[in-house]
């Protein structure tokens, strides 16, 4: 036992006391933050930073020209007097300051179709704008043309946006949930079990190698057990992603807190709202809907199965990993192996991606509820609420399934850590575990 100790201590402090993993630590986080902050100044970049498009705009109908407004992306000018014959001529003789041609044809209002013409792929933004401006137009057109008095006051007064609001019955009344928070929730522990597991996977299977390739597993076999080295990396680098996951839940309880306050709902708690304050969320601003919207789930059962369900996949996929890593005598003939393995981690989170539009359905019950698959595809339910009996089912099965595989892989590890010169099989594998 003292032996098994100092192994998981020793794998422990080599990983924690490099620069790398506090480097990591801390910046994971913000590298999050500028993943989902990226896009938004790219796209907000995109609108401001680029130059206006001259549209020309040819309506054979005469009427419906005047409703392409210009905006910072595209000004539109209509064209008097030009057919369609001719309106390639224009754009060549524009040289260049015309991006593209739009023509609205005599028989739009009972076709609907609406043409552009350029030597370049149409934007899809300017294919989006034309598009819902012309049909409001020609619907407001037809409306008119049915000579019914204030029809069109009546239209926009009979219509209503809808919406729609979760509220959970439970003990203590009603609760606010958000379908949206909870997706996204979801998304994220699925993301991070895949990418937490493959990663600290790949760490000890790279352990492993560089320890056999530099003969030093030949001295340590010496003194202990080769059962008690390969469980002592799976233990040790199974700490250091808790200690990780920890500093990260620390760091998001600290923002999580001062963004509270400084949108003054840092006091929110799923404690029971009436339907009269769900009402008045309309009158609050986006940031603080969003913020309302996540603090509203309830976090301690859902961390709670999320290291349950982190520490049996973890436990399942590195002892693979463990165990074929120790086939091999260099990290390149390792991927004849591991390929099955990542291929494998790549279904459960595709898998996980497809169960949530319908996490109750049956394709997610039962990824759920399959060792393989669960660690990933769980994670997608939890924040919607999974019976508890299919909870205990999946917990079950994925750590006897795990013990199973540490056993094999076990088998594997004790005959292939001393093995060298040839190339292992599937076949000589089979005949280890036997």
Not at 115 to 143: C, F, K
Request: glycine share 8%; net charge neutral; with cysteine.
């Amino acid at each position: 036992m003292n032996k098994l100790r100092l192994i998981i201590a020793r794998e422990y402090m080599s990983i924690v006391g490099r620069k790398s993993f506090i480097i990591m630590t801390l910046g994971m986080p913000l590298l999050f933050i500028l993943i989902a902050a990226v896009p938004i100044g790219l796209a907000y970049l995109n609108d401001k930073g680029s130059d206006v498009q001259q549209i020309a705009v040819i309506d054979e109908t005469g009427r419906y020209a005047a409703a392409l407004h210009s905006d910072d992306m595209y000004s539109f000018v209509a064209l008097k007097g030009d057919t369609v014959t001719n309106a390639r001529e224009f754009y060549d003789k524009s040289n260049g300051s015309i991006s593209a041609v739009v023509i609205i044809p005599r028989n739009v209002d009972s076709t609907g179709v609406v043409n552009i013409y350029s030597e370049g792929t149409i934007t899809p933004s300017l294919v989006s704008m034309i598009r819902s401006t012309l049909a409001d137009t020609i619907q407001n057109a037809h409306l008119a043309a049915l000579g019914i008095p204030n029809l069109q006051q009546m239209v926009d007064k009979a219509h209503v946006d809808v919406d729609v609001r979760s509220i959970k019955w439970s003990d203590e009344g009603e609760q606010e949930s958000s379908t949206d928070a909870a997706m996204g929730l979801g998304f994220l522990l699925s993301f991070i079990t895949y990418m937490f597991v493959l990663m600290y996977g790949a760490m000890i299977m790279n352990s492993v190698i560089e320890e056999k390739t530099n003969r030093i597993v030949e001295v340590v076999v010496s003194s202990c057990r080769p059962f008690q080295l390969m469980l002592g990396k799976i233990i040790g680098v199974g700490l250091v992603g808790l200690t990780q996951m920890a500093i990260w839940i620390v760091l998001l309880a600290i923002v999580g807190s001062v963004a509270g306050s400084a949108f003054g709902i840092s006091n929110v708690s799923p404690d029971a709202v009436s339907p009269e304050a769900l009402a008045s969320a309309k009158d609050m601003g986006a940031m603080e809907v969003i913020m309302r919207e996540t603090l509203s789930i309830n976090y301690v059962p859902i961390l709670v199965n999320f290291v349950l369900y982190f520490l049996g996949g973890y436990l399942l996929y590195s002892s693979l990993f463990a165990g074929l890593g120790s086939a091999v005598d260099q990290a390149s003939d390792a991927s004849q192996f591991t390929t099955p393995v990542i291929l494998i981690m790549l279904i459960a989170f595709y898998a996980g991606i497809a169960c949530a539009e319908n996490p109750m359905g049956p394709m997610a019950v039962w990824c759920s509820i399959i060792p393989f698959t669960s660690p990933v595809v769980m994670m997608v339910r939890l924040p919607f609420g999974v019976p508890t009996w299919q909870l205990v089912l999946s917990i079950v099965l994925l750590f006897g399934t795990a013990l199973a595989i540490t056993w094999m892989a076990a088998r594997i590890y004790r005959r292939g850590i001393l093995h060298y010169g040839q190339k292992a099989s599937f076949k000589d594998l089979f005949k280890w575990i036997k």
